[in-house]
């Protein structure tokens, strides 16, 4: 059974910086991802990375967020730099199988349960 947990959220002003990190049990997935959701939206795709370390940002946050894993340990973490109240959010992690790194949500199979990020001016 897979489960993935995250940790790191919390509340951060703008300018300064927070990483989140998720640990995931069970096996290895070709792909971790971050994605994150605000009250009465869509979740919004944030970063996703390979294997092989290959990334993929969504426009918003590239240049300001890091993505990384550790495949010995199966975790993956998301560096929050230069944050804007617009990042606020609860983000999630979440895990799949694709040959290719997905914005889409329907490409993970499994998610955590999200972590709050808060963003103050």
């Known amino acids: 059974q897979v489960q993935l947990v995250e940790s790191g959220g919390g509340w951060v002003q703008t300018g300064g910086s927070l990483t989140l990190s998720c640990a995931a049990s069970?096996?290895?997935?070709?792909?971790m991802a971050w994605f994150r959701q605000t009250l009465g939206k869509e979740r919004e795709f944030v970063a996703a990375?390979?294997?092989?370390?290959?990334?993929l940002y969504s426009d918003s946050v590239e240049g300001r967020f890091s993505i990384g894993r550790d495949n010995g340990k199966n975790t993956v973490t998301l560096q929050i730099n230069s944050p804007r109240p617009e990042d606020t959010a609860v983000y999630y992690c979440a895990v799949g199988d694709v040959l290719t790194l997905s914005p889409n949500a329907q490409s993970y199979n499994h998610w955590g349960q999200g972590t709050r990020v808060t963003v103050s001016s």
């Open positions: 990375i390979g294997w092989s370390g290959r990334t």
């Open positions: 069970g096996r290895i997935f070709s792909a």
